[in-house]
C-alpha cells in the first residue's frame, strides 16, 4: 500500500529543516549556574550543594521530603570568591563553610578582582532554617567533631579549633612542623587524626583530648596519608607510598619502584603493621579516585580503596585481617571516578564509564563486592553519587549533551528529577545546542583516538567551514559528549558550542595521557616532557579535520588551555603549515622551567624535556596566536607566556595578548571567562 504525505506537510516540513537554528550569545550560552560540594547531612536527610551563578557562589539546600531546591546564602558579587568544604553540624540542622581564599594550590588569597580590601579565606556556620551565616574563624577545612563541641581546622597549616557558639575563641590546638591537612574525627569524638607533610616525608598524627597527647602512627621514612577511623574509634588505616628522590617531569609513571601498601595501625599504642600491598606492575603506582578521602572503612570491617591491578582504575575491599582484595566492580576495560560510602557503610556508590567509554554512569555495589547494580543509564552524564542520611535515595549532579550541570535525586525506583529546575536561567540556549557526534580517528603513529565533533546545525551540503581542534587541560581530564563535570570544561564545552553555532566544525580531542582510557593510555610512553608523544595526537586530528569534505583545509585552527595551551603551542610551532591560527589559555611553552630550584635532575632528561616544548621550535612558528594568561596563576607560570612573547617577537610571529591582573589559573570571575571567550571567537574570526 502507498502512504502519500498531503504536499501542505511536506511544504512545512522542509520549511522547518531549511529554517536556520535560532543563533545565541556567549552570554546566553555561559549564564548556566554550575553545581559543586554536593553534600548529604548525617541526620533528617537534608542535601546540600554550591551553585556558582554568574560568579556569585551560594549554598543551595533541599529537604526531605519533597526535596525542592532553594538558595540558603545571599551572596551577589562576580568577585571570584569560591565557596567550598562543606561540613553538617551532628543534628543536620547547620552548615559549616568557607569562603574565599586558594582551595587548590593553598598559597596566598587569590583577588581576582582586584578588591582594594583585600581578601580573607574565612569559615562561616549558617542555620538550615535560613538567617544570616555567622564568621567562626580565619581558615580552612573546618570539620566538626560528632558531638558537635567543637570545629577543627587549618590556619597557616596548623591545627586550630574554636566552639560553634557565638564569641567563642579560636585556640591552636596541636603546635607541628610542616604541613597539617586532612583532619578527621574518631566516631566517639576522643581523639582528632590528621596528616602532616614534612618535605620529603609525611606523618599520619592523633591526638588525644582527654591526655591532651600527640602521637604519630607507626612512622617511616615515607608518605603517608588518607587516615580512615574505625568504627569503635580504636584503629586507623592509611596509605603509605615509598619514599623517593627521584625528580619526575611530566612523563610516564607506569609502575613504582616500591609499590604502596595499606597499614593499619593501633591508636593508643601508634604501632601499626602492613594490612596489604599491590603487587609489583601495573597498579604498584597509587592512583587515586575522586572522593573525601582514599580508604573508606566500610561495615563489617572491610576496608575500601583503588586499584589499578588490572591496567584500569577498579574498587576493591579487604577485611581488616588481610585477606585477598575482593573486586567490587569487575575487571573489564573501563574505570571508576566519583565515588562515595552509603550512609550505612554497607555499598559503595560510583561513577564510572562501564559499557559506555566515553560517558559517566552511577553503580552501587555491596563492600563484600555482592549486587553490582546500575543506578543510572542513557545518553546523559551523572556523577558525585551521595546517599541520603535515611537511605531513601541518591543524590547526583548530572548533564547531558544540551542541558548542562544540576543538582538532581533518584528516589527508590523513581525517574532521575532536578532538585532546583528553576535555577536554569530562561536565556539558556538548550533547544539551540546540537549533539557532538563520538568519533575515533587515528593519530600519526597509528594510536586509535577519541573525540567529540560539533557539527554547525545550518551546514548546506556541500558547504566548506572553518575548523577548529580543542586541547583540554591536565592532561589527567577527558572530554565528554554533555556538559562537562568540570568547572573549567563546563565552560569550554559552552565555548565549543558557541563556535559550532558560528559555522565552525569542533572536535574535542581526548589526546593520550589523559583519563578514561586506562593505565597505558594514561602513562603514555613518551608523553609531555618525555617526549611530546601527543603531538602525535595534534597531528592526527588536524590531518583527520583537513580530510573531511565539509571542511576548508586552509582554514583548521586550535585552541586550548593549561595542558590544551601548550598542545595549542607545540601545534602552532611544529606545524603552522596544517594549522592557520591558535588561541593559547596560558599553555606551558618549556618544559625545561619545571625541573625546580635545585637543578638536580637529569640533563638529558631536562634536554628532552626543552626538546619536547614549542620553544624548542619556536623558528618555524608562523601562524598568529592569541596567548591568554592571568598574572596570579599558581598552576602555569606567567613567566611560560613572558618567555614566549618574547621570542615570537624576535620571530616577527603575529599575536594578541590578553592578560588578566590578579587572576589565577581557572579564572575566578564571569567577567574573564566572557572577555576571554569574546576575544577568542573575534580573533578567529578575523584569521579563519
Known amino acids: 500500500m502507498t502512504f502519500r ?9 522542509s520549511a522547518a529543516l531549511a529554517a536556520p537554528s535560532k543563533r545565541f550569545t556567549l552570554e546566553q550560552i555561559l549564564s548556566a549556574p554550575f553545581p559543586t560540594d554536593l553534600t548529604a547531612s548525617p541526620k533528617g536527610g537534608t542535601v546540600a550543594w554550591v551553585l556558582d551563578q554568574h560568579g556569585a557562589r551560594n549554598i543551595w539546600v533541599a529537604e526531605s521530603p519533597d526535596y525542592k531546591g532553594r538558595r540558603l546564602t545571599d551572596y551577589h558579587d562576580d568577585d571570584g570568591q569560591e565557596i567550598a568544604q562543606i561540613a553538617w553540624t551532628p543534628d543536620g540542622h547547620s552548615i559549616v563553610f568557607v569562603r574565599g581564599g586558594d582551595f587548590e594550590t593553598f598559597h596566598d588569597n587569590p583577588n581576582p578582582a582586584s578588591l582594594p580590601q583585600g581578601i580573607e579565606q574565612d569559615i562561616w556556620i549558617i542555620p538550615v532554617s535560613g538567617g544570616a551565616p555567622r564568621k567562626i574563624a580565619e581558615g580552612s577545612q573546618p570539620a566538626v567533631s560528632p558531638k558537635g563541641n567543637l570545629i577543627a581546622f587549618l590556619k597557616k597549616d596548623e591545627i ?14 596541636i603546635h607541628t612542623k610542616g604541613q597539617a591537612g586532612e583532619i578527621h574525627w574518631s566516631p566517639d569524638g576522643s581523639h582528632l587524626a590528621f596528616v602532616v607533610t614534612r618535605t620529603d616525608h609525611s606523618f599520619v598524627g592523633v591526638y588525644n583530648f582527654a591526655s591532651k597527647s600527640l602521637l604519630y602512627l607507626d612512622p617511616s621514612v615515607d608518605l603517608d596519608s588518607n587516615p580512615a577511623w ?3 574509634s580504636k584503629q586507623i588505616t592509611f596509605i603509605r607510598v615509598a619514599a623517593t628522590t627521584r625528580r619526575i617531569f611530566f612523563g610516564p609513571h607506569r609502575a613504582a619502584e616500591q609499590p604502596w601498601s595499606i597499614r593499619l595501625a ?20 597509587f592512583h587515586a579516585m575522586v572522593a573525601g578521602n582514599q580508604l573508606f572503612w566500610g561495615a563489617g570491617d572491610r576496608i575500601v580503596f583503588p586499584w589499578e591491578h588490572t591496567g584500569w582504575l577498579h574498587l576493591y575491599s579487604i577485611s581488616t585481617h588481610g585477606d585477598a582484595p575482593t573486586p567490587l566492580n569487575g575487571n573489564g576495560e573501563f574505570e571508576i571516578e566519583h565515588v562515595s560510602l552509603s550512609a550505612d557503610g554497607k555499598t559503595v556508590l560510583f561513577s564510572s564509564n562501564q559499557d559506555d567509554i566515553d560517558h559517566r554512569h552511577l553503580w552501587r555495589v555491596s563492600v563484600l563486592g555482592d549486587s553490582l547494580t546500575p543506578v543510572t543509564h542513557g545518553d546523559g552524564l551523572e556523577w558525585s553519587p551521595t546517599e541520603t542520611s535515611d537511605g531513601k535515595a541518591v543524590v547526583m549532579l548530572h548533564s547531558d549533551a544540551k542541558n548542562p550541570a544540576r543538582a538532581a535525586i533518584k528516589m527508590g525506583a523513581a525517574s532521575v528529577r532536578d532538585l532546583a529546575p528553576d535555577s536554569i536561567p530562561a536565556e539558556f540556549p538548550a533547544a539551540s545546542l546540537v549533539v557532538p557526534q563520538p568519533v575515533i580517528f587515528s593519530a600519526a603513529d597509528g594510536m586509535r583516538i577519541h573525540g567529540q565533533l560539533f557539527l554547525p546545525p545550518d551546514s548546506a551540503p556541500g ?12 592532561s589527567r581530564r577527558q572530554m565528554l559528549p554533555g556538559w562537562h563535570y568540570m568547572d573549567y570544561y563546563h565552560n569550554a564545552y559552552g565555548m565549543n558550542q558557541y563556535l559550532a553555532s558560528l559555522g565552525y566544525i569542533v572536535l574535542a580531542v581526548n589526546y593520550r595521557s589523559g583519563i578514561g582510557y586506562g593505565l597505558n593510555f594514561r602513562e603514555a610512553i613518551n608523553y609531555g616532557a618525555s617526549g611530546a608523544s601527543e603531538f602525535n595526537d595534534v597531528l592526527g586530528a588536524g590531518l583527520y579535520l583537513r580530510s573531511r569534505p565539509d571542511v576548508d583545509p586552509k582554514r583548521v585552527g586550535l585552541w586550548g588551555g593549561s595542558y590544551g595551551g601548550y598542545l595549542t603551542a607545540l601545534g602552532l610551532a611544529r606545524t603552522s603549515d596544517l594549522f592557520a591560527a591558535g588561541v593559547d589559555f596560558h ?6 622551567a619545571f625541573r625546580g630550584p635545585d637543578r638536580t635532575a637529569d640533563e638529558k632528561a631536562i634536554r628532552i624535556a626543552f626538546e619536547s616544548s614549542p620553544m624548542a621550535s619556536v623558528s618555524t612558528w608562523r601562524s598568529p596566536v592569541l596567548l591568554i594568561h592571568g598574572d596570579d596563576d599558581r598552576n602555569v607560570p606567567f613567566s611560560q607566556t613572558v618567555m614566549l612573547v618574547e621570542a615570537l617577537r624576535k620571530q616577527n610571529v603575529q599575536f594578541e595578548e590578553l592578560i588578566f591582573p590578579d587572576e589565577i ?10 572577555e576571554a571567550y569574546h576575544a577568542t571567537a573575534d580573533f578567529l574570526s578575523k584569521h579563519l
Open 665 to 674: 589559573h581557572g579564572f575566578l570571575t564571569e567577567k574573564r571567562w566572557l
Open 160 to 173: 586550630w579549633c574554636v566552639g560553634p557558639e557565638e564569641n567563642s575563641k579560636p585556640l591552636q590546638l
Open 230 to 232: 574505625s568504627l569503635d
Open 587 to 592: 599553555g606551558v611553552h618549556d618544559w625545561s
Open 266 to 285: 593501633d591508636v593508643d599504642s601508634g604501632n601499626g603493621r602492613q594490612l596489604w600491598r599491590a603487587a609489583e606492575g601495573p597498579g604498584s603506582a
Open 463 to 474: 558547504e566548506k567551514h572553518p575548523a577548529m581542534l580543542f586541547f583540554h587541560g591536565g
Open 5 to 13: 504525505i498531503p504536499l501542505v506537510i511536506l511544504i512545512a516540513i
